[in-house]
């Protein structure tokens, strides 16, 4: 048995749903990087890549052409965003990046980049139908996970926002796809979102009062 054959094997059922070992281990692995992105970790962007590569196996198991080619993006930006990390050039006190909020010419690019993305993306998709079989979603979620990790890597808040926006979305798809454990894993996701939406709000405020403070003296 091939290691591709394994990671597409059955771990378990629950509820009539089959979970796979791929979706399983990728998204596990997802959340620790969540996680980690949550505590500016630079190890946030290693977790995102290998949990990128063992979620290509989850979507060519399930004929998703458009989410084996979100999986190969995570891939390459993961790459790009440890590197943006790694240069520390804009890190804190404590040794972890620095982090705040977009500028609204930032907020303006991403909005607009995402806006005409999905157009793009789920015009291919609709036109070449095998690379996805629900085209609009699909792209949506495709240009959006392209969004939150361009805003993670330039450690912006509004990064939270994009993966709150792709996690309403991703939820019902992922299960509609048959990957039951995606859909579960979406919705802690969901969670840890908020709650690192939170902790990066308050240390952009904590770290905006120094600078005050010495522009006053």
Known sequence: MSAFDWLNGQAFEVLGQRVIWSDMIGNTVGLVA??????????????????????????????LSGGV???????????????????GRQRAQDGSIAIRFATWRERALLLAGTA??????????????????????DAYIFVGTLA???????????????WLLVDIVGVPLAFDSGLA????????????????????WLRSRTSVKPALEGVAA
């Open 181 to 200: 454990f995606s859909g579960l894993v979406y919705v802690v996701y969901l969670a840890l979102v908020l709650w690192g939406m939170r902790d990066w």
């Open 116 to 137: 005409v993305g999905t157009l793009a993306v789920g015009g291919l998709f609709t036109a070449v139908p095998e690379l996805s079989w629900n085209p609009w979603p």
């Open 69 to 87: 080619g979100k999986q190969l993006l995570v891939i390459g930006v993961a790459v790009w965003g440890w590197r943006q990390w790694h240069r």
């Open 34 to 63: 969540l996680a980690l992105g949550w505590r500016r970790s630079i190890w946030t962007w290693p977790a995102q890549f290998l949990s990128g590569v063992i979620l290509v196996a989850a979507y060519a198991s399930a004929q």
């Open 148 to 162: 939150a990790m361009i805003a993670q890597a330039r450690g912006l808040v509004e990064f939270w926002f994009a």
